[in-house]
């Protein structure tokens, strides 16, 4: 699958349960073993975990692989890999605490709204 229907498709998967924050970094160009970093909170520990779930269901549905998932007993901070995208789903707390963002931050992926949000605003 397009690293960038990839990268979509995470986003809209953490958009439909209510995810906060997201942000997708492109780390390409750095040494590591994926092309992108995707961080999101939520609010509880079952907002996390229905995160995590959502983001597997999708992708699955798509034909992607869900490589592994680490942290979903707690749920306090979730990471799900999917091979060359990685998505980090923590509270808020633990999020500011590990500050990713600082640490992948390079440079960060814009994405344009998706399209049923677009066509409603475009209804308007």
């Known amino acids: 699958m397009d690293i960038r229907r990839k990268q979509r498709a995470v986003f809209d998967a953490l958009e ?47 034909g992607s692989r869900v490589y592994g998932v680490e942290g979903e007993a707690a749920g306090e901070w979730v990471l799900v890999d999917l091979g060359d995208v990685v998505v980090h789903i923590m509270h808020p707390a633990v999020r500011s605490f590990y500050n990713l963002e600082e640490l992948w931050g390079g440079k960060r992926v814009r994405l344009g709204p998706r399209a049923k949000t677009a066509r409603r605003r475009a209804r308007r």
Not at 34 to 56: E, H, M, P, T, Y
């Open 16 to 62: 439909d349960i209510k995810a906060r924050d997201v942000v997708v970094f492109n780390t390409a160009q750095m040494p590591s073993m994926f092309d992108r970093v995707v961080i999101a909170s939520g609010d509880s520990s079952r907002q996390v975990k229905a995160l995590a779930d959502s983001v597997q269901k999708k992708l699955r549905a798509l």
